[in-house]
């Protein structure tokens, strides 16, 4: 019912910047929290920033990411300023609280297929 679309990974030298978007389509009357999260091999995925009753950021990445979101678009984007190595990751796109049209709040949340984000030193 719901499909998240990533665009804008790629590679990145340190200190750099890349922005992420997230479109979302679908049947979708409001989507409640939409949010970034990233997944570096060998790790469990984590919270990079969520936006939705309040924003929230992972302690890491404080001060150089930004999410911001176009509500008339269902896109969610994420700006990273002062890249890092240790930002290397799978970025994933989420989107929770989903009301849609016909069905009311769907049950779950939904992930897109998520972006590589690398940043060489």
């Known amino acids: 019912q719901v499909q998240l679309v990533e665009s804008g990974g790629g590679l990145v030298q340190a200190g750099g910047s890349l922005r992420l978007s997230c479109a979302a389509s679908g049947s979708i009357l409001r989507i409640n929290a939409m949010g970034w999260y990233r997944q570096a091999p060998g790790k469990q995925r984590e919270l990079v920033a969520e936006l939705g009753g309040s924003t929230n950021y992972a302690d890491s990445v404080k001060g150089r990411f930004t999410i911001s979101r176009d509500n008339a678009k269902n896109t969610v984007y994420l700006q990273m300023n002062s890249l890092k190595p240790e930002d290397t990751a799978v970025y994933y796109c989420?989107?929770?609280?989903?009301?849609?049209?016909?069905?009311?709040?769907?049950?779950?949340?939904?992930w897109g297929q998520g972006t590589q984000v690398t940043v060489s030193s």
């Open positions: 989420n989107a929770a609280r989903v009301i849609d049209y016909k069905l009311g709040y769907l049950p779950h949340d939904y």
